[in-house]
């Protein structure tokens, strides 16, 4: 101690994270990537960075982005006919059974480009995204129902349903926000469009949103932000969005009946289709009473469902409370028909005195929070840089945990579920400042792991996050994900989860002239691959098609041909195809990128490129 200059909290620190080798943890993060597309599997408490998943961004170590596979996953997140290459990821969400984590899959918004992705855990692999460019942005998302019967995405900046252009002077009349429910098929695995449906909404920017759960399961909340309908224009004599925005007393909670909004959405002549999305428009979803809208203090951020469904807590970045509404309440107003208006589109607006149970006053700018085993809640507070935790039952203050700095949300173990377990909470902090070696300019993110199972909050740990801004995390009990060691029979193909119709087995490998190019049968195992030696002519297009045959767990071997852009992972068992054209004559080497063997350097050939 004296050595290092450690004091005694210090100590007790580390003896709560230090992992020995070969120990494992108790906890597995999944963060997003935020900016930079990916994420990022961590070990709690250690806080050792377990892997990046590609998601919305190449990713060279997988292969993700160079391959046949990985690449049609990238495409299938085109819109308006142009392929993206990131996205800005926020809001990951496990899938979940009976409201609690079951470690079979994951799902993720790009809030720039509406796209949502679906990652199975059982080999930490993308294995769909889609979109709809009925919607432009978004952000409350991914949110899962209860058994995860639907992925739930909603806008954030209000536009032309379907993509297409109205002057911004038309903003209370054609711009429009939504909700999409994507339908989930768990045998599969895959999100299934042709089962999703959408709810028009009104043009607020719709922000944070969570699914009912036990008393409140079938609905769904959403906050918003901007209900003055305020579109900027400050070069045009109008006030700037953030004060325009800002003008109001309260914004609007949304508040959907997702069960009636189903039924809706099944019937007859109840729905239009906009950019090959089934949509509701607003005037039936008014008709059939689908939504409710109720004051929220301005500028909300967070919306979190407590974990026995019954309240509601939302924070505001512009209001030092969290205010907690119940549901109870609302369900009542909504039978009774009480409201305390209707907006601009006809849609009631319950009282929000009424709804509520009531507030805490927590600090400046508190925005997400999360849950323990104890009853108690915890909220990140933005402006201050703190933790608040509170009592949800006495709505009191229990204490604060300074963290450095910005804190955007926290992450508690399993925090989003019918029965969160306490223990750690990871405050998401957006700036570094002097908590690090310098970098230059651009800093790391900190996570600070925070214990949570005494009377105070402990400062655990701060880890640095070279990546994009992460935003959101979950947490999830380690032994709850159970993945493969190897593709087994070898030939998998990972993106089609199924045996590839091209996998090579050992003494079958072969070369194929056809009339579509050339076709290349190779096999990897330590430490050859099979062929060799690959010769082509200029202008000939190269189909790859690689088995890795080994079935040895960690026998992973990578395969690139020099200047051709070419890279692929090949985990055991794994299959891959790569095409593309030689259009340049030389001498390409080729060789296994992963130091496999004592003759990996020797895992090598060559790709001869005859000049035409
Ligand atoms: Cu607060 Cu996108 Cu959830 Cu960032 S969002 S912090
Ligand atoms: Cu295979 Cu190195």
Request: glycine share 10%.
């Amino acid at each position: 101690m004296k050595q290092r200059g450690l004091s005694e909290a210090d100590v007790s620190a580390a003896l709560q994270t230090y992992t020995p080798t070969g120990r494992k943890d108790e906890y597995y993060t999944f963060a997003s990537g935020g900016h930079g597309g990916n994420l990022v599997v961590i070990g709690v408490p250690s806080m050792r960075i377990l892997k990046y998943v590609g998601v919305f961004t190449p990713e060279p170590w997988q292969g993700y982005g160079y391959g046949d596979q990985s690449n049609q996953i990238l495409a299938q997140g085109s819109r308006f006919g142009k392929e993206m290459t990131w996205g800005d990821m926020h809001h990951p969400a496990l899938s979940e059974t009976g409201g609690d984590y079951d470690g079979e899959f994951l799902f993720v918004n790009d809030k720039a480009n509406a796209r949502i992705a679906v990652i199975d855990l059982h080999d930490f692999v993308t294995r769909q995204i889609v979109t709809s460019e009925l919607i432009q942005s978004d952000h409350g998302a991914t949110f899962v129902t209860p058994n995860t019967e639907y992925v739930i995405e909603s806008t954030q900046y209000p536009a032309p349903l379907g993509g297409g252009y109205a002057p911004i002077e038309d903003y209370k009349d054609k711009y429009r926000g939504a909700v999409i429910f994507w339908k989930f098929d768990r045998e599969k695995g895959r999100i299934d469009p042709e089962r999703s449906f959408a709810m028009e909404l009104p043009p607020y920017m719709q922000d944070l949103a969570d699914a009912g759960k036990l008393a409140s399961e079938g609905w769904i909340f959403i906050n918003s932000f901007n209900t003055e309908m305020s579109y900027g224009g400050t070069l045009e004599g109008n006030p700037p969005l953030e004060s325009g925005a800002s003008q109001n007393d309260m914004d609007y909670m949304h508040i959907i009946d997702l069960k009636l909004a189903e039924k809706v959405a099944s019937e007859e002549g109840k729905t239009k289709t906009i950019a090959g999305m089934k949509v509701i428009p607003l005037d039936i979803v008014n008709e059939e009473g689908l939504l409710h809208l109720v004051g929220e203090p301005k500028s909300p951020h967070g919306l979190d469902v407590t974990p026995d469904g019954k309240e509601l807590v939302v924070s505001g970045k512009l209001d030092t409370h969290c205010t907690v509404y119940s549901f109870e309440k609302i369900k009542g107003l909504i039978d009774a028909k009480k409201y305390a208006g209707k907006d601009t589109y006809g849609v009631p607006i319950l009282p929000f005195e009424d709804s509520i149970r009531g507030q805490v006053e927590i600090g400046l700018g508190p925005l997400h929070s999360q849950f323990d085993d104890k009853g108690n809640v915890y909220t990140s507070v933005f402006i201050e840089s703190t933790v608040a935790k509170w009592s949800l039952k006495d709505l009191k203050l229990l204490g604060k945990q300074k963290v450095h700095y910005n804190v955007g949300h926290i992450v508690a173990a399993e925090g989003d579920t019918v029965s969160p377990d306490g223990r750690y909470l990871i405050a998401m902090n957006k700036w570094a400042i002097d908590r690090f070696a310098k970098v230059g300019p651009l800093l790391p993110q900190n996570f600070q792991l925070i214990g949570i199972d005494g009377e105070q909050m402990q400062l655990l740990y701060d880890m640095p996050l070279p990546l994009g801004e992460p935003h959101y995390a979950q947490m999830i009990k380690a032994d709850k994900i159970n993945p493969i060691d190897v593709y087994k029979p070898a030939g998998f193909d990972v993106v089609a989860n199924e045996h590839s119709e091209f996998a090579v087995k050992a003494k079958e490998e072969r070369i194929e002239r056809k009339p579509d190019g050339v076709h290349v049968y190779m096999t990897a195992v330590r430490s050859h691959f099979t062929p060799d030696i690959i010769r082509v002519k200029k202008g000939d297009t190269v189909h790859l098609h690689i088995t890795n045959v080994e079935q040895a767990h960690d026998a992973t071997h990578g395969f690139t041909i020099g200047s051709y852009n070419v890279h692929s992972s090949l985990e055991p068992g794994k299959h891959v195809d790569i095409t593309f054209v030689a259009d340049r004559a030389g001498i390409f080497p080729f060789y296994c990128t992963e130091f496999c063997s004592a003759l990996h350097l020797e895992m090598a050939g060559y790709f001869l490129v005859e000049p035409g």
